[in-house]
């Protein structure tokens, strides 16, 4: 790693991570629209993934995230990590639009889940809080019977409007802004670079370039490459 591009870091007291799916690759999750991802391989990945699909075929959806969107054991790679690490200081946040639960499992301190986390299940009748393990055995609420659900957004389903709050204020006090696995191109998390602070450097970490409309520094690099060679210095 370039000194200046560590410098860069050592020196920066509020950094903001915006990361995707390329973060959980490495640990053997698959992402959603590369050559093997989710979306390529089911045709009507958008509709299973919809409030229309829960509401009107709760079976489908069902078995469409149990068998594609659960991965237990999978583990926290070194970007997780790292980053994990850097908010434990409270110098970092992490805005993330995965919903694989590996930040929590990493200890991040500063965390938005922006499209929420399947891990976390609730009853849509009561909207009791269930073990995601036993959401895995039945999809209905020893209690009441309802519908579970895990405590993601849907396509057709408005975001957590804390989450962006919570978000728009991290960018609004970045001072380097670091994207991390994502291409930038899925709304409204892209949308967020609209709200970054006009002082705070931009990087960017991923395999493809992006077309961002400024300047930025680019990595164009495996990221677990690079994160294995960034210290965190407290």
Same mark, same amino acid.
């Given at each position: 790693?370039?000194?200046?591009?560590?410098?860069?870091?050592?020196?920066?007291?509020?950094?903001?991570?915006?990361?995707?799916?390329?973060?959980?690759?490495?640990?053997?999750?698959?992402?959603?629209?590369?050559?093997?991802?989710?979306?390529?391989?089911?045709?009507?990945?958008?509709?299973?993934?919809?409030?229309?699909?829960?509401?009107?075929?709760?079976?489908?959806?069902?078995?469409?995230?149990?068998?594609?969107?659960?991965?237990?054991?999978?583990?926290?790679?070194?970007?997780?990590?790292?980053?994990?690490?850097?908010?434990?200081?409270?110098?970092?946040?992490?805005?993330?639009?995965?919903?694989?639960?590996?930040?929590?499992?990493?200890?991040?301190?500063?965390?938005?889940?922006?499209?929420?986390?399947?891990?976390?299940?609730?009853?849509?009748?009561?909207?009791?809080?269930?073990?995601?393990?036993?959401?895995?055995?039945?999809?209905?609420?020893?209690?009441?019977?309802?519908?579970?659900?895990?405590?993601?957004?849907?396509?057709?389903?408005?975001?957590?409007?804390?989450?962006?709050?919570?978000?728009?204020?991290?960018? +609004?006090? $970045?001072?380097? *802004? !670091?994207? =991390?696995?994502?291409?930038?191109?899925?709304?409204? /998390?892209?949308?967020?670079?609209?709200?970054? +602070?006009? $002082?705070?450097? *931009? !990087?960017? =970490?991923?395999?493809?370039?992006?077309?961002?409309? /400024?300047?930025?520094?680019?990595?164009?690099?495996?990221?677990?490459?690079?994160?294995?060679?960034?210290?965190?210095?407290?």
């Amino acid at each position: 790693m370039e000194a200046s591009l560590q410098a860069t870091f050592d020196q920066a007291k509020h950094i903001v991570f915006l990361t995707g799916a390329g973060v959980s690759t490495p640990s053997g999750i698959p992402d959603y629209r590369s050559k093997n991802g989710l979306y390529t391989g089911h045709r009507n990945a958008e509709y299973y993934l919809s409030h229309a699909c829960l509401a009107q075929e709760p079976e489908v959806f069902y078995d469409y995230v149990k068998q594609n969107l659960y991965h237990p054991d999978a583990k926290p790679n070194v970007i997780h990590e790292k980053q994990a690490a850097l908010t434990r200081q409270d110098r970092a946040t992490v805005i993330t639009q995965n919903i694989d639960n590996l930040y929590h499992v990493a200890d991040t301190k500063h965390l938005v889940e922006f499209h929420g986390n399947m891990y976390r299940v609730y009853c849509q009748v009561c909207g009791a809080k269930v073990p995601w393990q036993q959401y895995l055995k039945d999809p209905h609420h020893d209690v009441d019977g309802g519908w579970l659900r895990p405590d993601v957004v849907l396509y057709d389903e408005g975001l957590n409007e804390l989450n962006i709050q919570r978000s728009v204020a991290a960018m +609004n006090q $970045a001072d380097l *802004v !670091v994207i =991390v696995g994502t291409s930038m191109r899925v709304y409204p /998390f892209a949308g967020l670079l609209d709200y970054r +602070n006009s $002082a705070a450097k *931009v !990087v960017v =970490v991923n395999q493809e370039k992006l077309d961002l409309g /400024f300047d930025y520094d680019m990595v164009q690099a495996e990221a677990t490459t690079f994160f294995n060679d960034l210290q965190v210095r407290g």
